[in-house]
């Protein structure tokens, strides 16, 4: 196949950058004492316990899930364990196991991003806000990636 050749078109949405990589784990601090820090230096993780308020869910129902971001370098990795079998993370690990779940964007236009692509016909998964910070997940197909954009930076 030479993508040389295919009309590739300009996209809907800016390139941004890269927030993280989501993988969703049944034991996070199993997952960290075991196998990340037994390889990596990795310092202190960030560890928070979410649970969104309902009017902080905007799509989607309520979940629990235990969040631990750890930074490899310029990346960040957010080992999301489930705490409840409400959520697409436990419905995720029940169907297909341990594994990379998300790669998330954050963005300066969360609002217009959102838009674009919903006008795509992409389905947004859930979505809430997390210190102050929106946050949703599109299903996209094809490609199969989970993606998630996160509302990180203000537009100037």
């Known amino acids: 196949m030479d993508l040389g050749k295919m009309d590739l078109g300009k996209g809907i949405v800016p390139l941004t950058n890269l927030s993280h990589v989501g993988v969703a ?7 960290i004492t075991k196998f990340i820090s037994s390889v990596w230096d990795i310092g202190n993780p960030d560890v928070n316990e979410y ?13 629990r899930v ?45 609002d217009e991003v959102v838009s674009k692509l919903q006008k795509q016909g992409y389905p947004m998964i859930t979505a809430a806000v997390f210190k102050g910070c929106r946050w949703c997940y599109f299903n996209t197909s094809p490609g199969g990636i989970c993606l998630e954009l996160r509302e990180e930076y203000k537009k100037l």
């Open 25 to 31: 784990v049944k034991d996070a601090e199993s997952t």
């Open 66 to 110: 235990r969040l631990v971001f750890v930074k490899f370098g310029t990346i960040t990795w957010e080992l999301l364990q489930p705490l409840d079998d409400k959520s697409i993370w436990a419905k995720f690990i029940k169907e297909k196991g341990e594994g990379i779940h998300h790669v998330a964007f954050g963005v300066s236009n969360y």
């Open 51 to 63: 649970e969104p308020k309902p009017d902080e869910v905007i799509a989607g129902g309520i979940f």
